[in-house]
C-alpha cells in the first residue's frame, strides 16, 4: 500500500486528479476487470463515485479529531490519517485514493465548515 500512495501523490502532485478518479474507477466492482477500460470511462465512473459518496467522506473526514490534528504533517501522513478514518466503511483502497483527492482538493479549505471556530455569542 505505501507504493501506491507515493505513486498516487506522484501523480496527483500537479493538482491534476484525473489519474486519483481514474483509480477510485477501477476500485467499482461494476469496472473491476470487467467493465470500462478507457482513462474517461474510468474517470467518468470514479467521478460518480465521488460525487455519491463526497457528502457521507466530508462528514467522517471533517469530524475527525486525529485528522485535524496531522492536517499540516508530511502528506502521506495525512493520507494515511484520512484512510485511516474511513477504512471500516470503504475498504483501504478507496479511503487511500480519497485522501489524496482530500488532500490535493486543499484538507483545510475542504473542511473549512467543520473546522471554523463556532461563532462568539452576542452580548446584549
Same mark, same amino acid.
Given at each position: 500500500?505505501?507504493?501506491? *500512495?507515493?505513486? %498516487?501523490? /506522484?501523480?496527483?502532485? @500537479?493538482?491534476?486528479?484525473?489519474?486519483? =478518479?481514474?483509480?477510485?474507477? +477501477?476500485? @467499482?466492482? /461494476?469496472?473491476?476487470? $470487467?467493465?470500462? /477500460?478507457?482513462?474517461? #470511462? %474510468?474517470?467518468?465512473?470514479?467521478?460518480?463515485?465521488?460525487?455519491?459518496? #463526497?457528502? +457521507?467522506? +466530508? /462528514? *467522517?473526514? &471533517?469530524?475527525?479529531? $486525529? !485528522?485535524? +490534528?496531522?492536517? @499540516?504533517?508530511?502528506?502521506? @501522513?495525512?493520507?494515511?490519517?484520512?484512510?485511516?478514518? %474511513?477504512?471500516?466503511? =470503504?475498504?483501504?483502497?478507496?479511503?487511500? *485514493?480519497?485522501? !489524496?483527492? *482530500?488532500?490535493?482538493?486543499?484538507?483545510?479549505?475542504? &473542511?473549512?465548515? #467543520?473546522?471554523?471556530?463556532?461563532?462568539?455569542?452576542?452580548?446584549?
Amino acid at each position: 500500500m505505501a507504493d501506491s *500512495i507515493d505513486e %498516487l501523490l /506522484e501523480a496527483t502532485a @500537479d493538482g491534476q486528479l484525473t489519474l486519483a =478518479y481514474a483509480a477510485l474507477g +477501477r476500485q @467499482d466492482p /461494476e469496472t473491476a476487470g $470487467f467493465g470500462p /477500460e478507457s482513462l474517461a #470511462e %474510468l474517470v467518468h465512473v470514479g467521478k460518480q463515485w465521488w460525487a455519491t459518496n #463526497e457528502p +457521507r467522506v +466530508r /462528514e *467522517i473526514v &471533517c469530524r475527525n479529531t $486525529f !485528522v485535524r +490534528r496531522v492536517a @499540516d504533517d508530511d502528506e502521506k @501522513d495525512v493520507v494515511v490519517a484520512i484512510a485511516g478514518a %474511513l477504512g471500516t466503511l =470503504y475498504g483501504a483502497d478507496k479511503s487511500v *485514493i480519497a485522501g !489524496v483527492l *482530500i488532500l490535493r482538493l486543499g484538507l483545510r479549505q475542504w &473542511c473549512r465548515a #467543520e473546522w471554523l471556530p463556532p461563532p462568539i455569542p452576542a452580548e446584549g
